[in-house]
């Protein structure tokens, strides 16, 4: 089976601004196959990793579907959610802060599976700067999506001392050509990419501060769960192999994400696959990709906190479910 890829990242934008998205359809190939599509919320990265192992090792194959990873690029992460609302499309990537906002605006969008137990967001500064903490930064150029809650937690949180915030631009380029400047980053991508042309990055965790949101979640809707339920288990069972395949060995996989974003260098997918495999890590006898509901609980309260939705808006317990995990199929702990 072919990953079928579109030949520019921003055609999936394009197509739904456009909305020119046909109806979902999930009818059986002439092979006895599913063919369905799933939305990736930006470039084929390393976060990625799992859902494009599923589909370059075969198994979705294994469970009779075939599978079309749709690319994203800038707007995907809030147009996956849209697209999901008006059943253009059955499944995507998504974060869990996005998850509660859709709730919150009325979409009934729900989380299947987490691989990244951490939140890989970080603020990435330079070392000659000197600081040790979030709390410490002072005197500087941010660059930052300022009103996603990570954003809004962190300006509730932190003093940011004549921090100036500025909108982000997506790359490395003014963090390279300024002293006194910050940015927005996940701790497997950015970092590697400003070292390697010279900078001297250092990262700090945005969960430091305790926002820690589940990242790179299947997520789907409530239609899509009591209409095709056999359909969620046998994409979830894939997906969650897939992440174990890739956490354990990412070689052939990244040679496939290479071949959908030349930007991701060898290189830079092998430590970014290194850089986030401790993300994945469960707690105790918790199974690999799972969710709890205390940190639902947690990230609504959080959201609430700083008015990015209203109180009571979201019921935590309805923006997941763990129906479709099977516990006795999933290694408890990441390969080393």
């Known amino acids: 089976m072919s990953i079928q890829i579109r030949s520019a990242a921003l055609a999936f934008v394009a197509i739904i601004l456009s909305g020119c998205v046909e109806q979902a359809n999930v009818q059986p190939t002439a092979d006895g196959r599913t063919s369905i599509k799933l939305a990736l919320n930006w470039y084929p990265e390393v976060e990625h990793g799992g859902f494009i192992a599923a589909e370059t090792l075969g198994l979705y194959d294994v469970e009779k579907l075939d599978v079309e ?3 994203g690029g800038p707007g995907a992460p809030q147009l996956v959610v849209t697209e999901l609302a008006a059943e253009r499309i059955l499944f995507a990537v998504s974060d869990a ?3 509660v906002k859709a709730r919150a605006a009325g979409l009934p969008i729900v989380a299947l599976l987490a691989p990244l137990q951490n939140s890989p967001r970080c603020i990435m500064v330079h070392q000659a700067a000197g600081f040790k903490t979030l709390e410490d930064l002072a005197d500087i150029e941010l660059a930052i999506s300022e009103t996603r809650p990570f954003a809004l937690w962190m300006k509730k949180k932190l003093p940011l001392k004549n921090v100036r915030l500025v909108p982000f631009g997506g790359s490395v380029g003014e963090f390279l050509l300024k002293p006194e400047f910050a940015q927005q980053a996940f701790v497997f991508s950015e970092p590697f ?3 390697e042309q010279g900078g001297d990055p250092q990262t700090m965790m945005v969960s430091e501060i305790g926002f820690n949101p589940y990242a790179s979640l299947l997520i789907t809707t409530e239609k899509t769960i009591r209409e095709q ?3 969620v288990r046998s994409i979830v069972s894939a997906s969650v192999a897939g992440w174990a395949s890739y956490l354990a060995d990412s070689t052939v996989t990244n040679a496939a994400i290479h071949g959908m974003n030349k930007d991701m260098s060898p290189a830079a997918l092998e430590y970014g696959a290194k850089a986030m495999a401790p993300l994945c890590e469960v707690n105790g006898d918790e199974s690999l990709c799972a969710m ?3 940190r639902w609980q947690t990230l609504v309260r959080q959201i609430e906190e700083v008015e990015d939705i209203k ?8 923006c997941f479910t763990t129906a479709f995990l099977l516990p006795s199929q999933i290694p408890a702990k990441t390969a080393e």
């Not at 109180?311 to 309805?318: A, H, L, R, Y």
């Open 229 to 231: 339920p056999k359909l």
């Open 292 to 294: 709890t509901l205390e």
């Open 97 to 99: 802060d996005n998850v």
């Open 69 to 71: 990873l749709v690319p």
């Open 193 to 195: 990419t400003a070292k």
């Open 311 to 318: 109180p009571g808006s979201v019921k935590p317990e309805e």
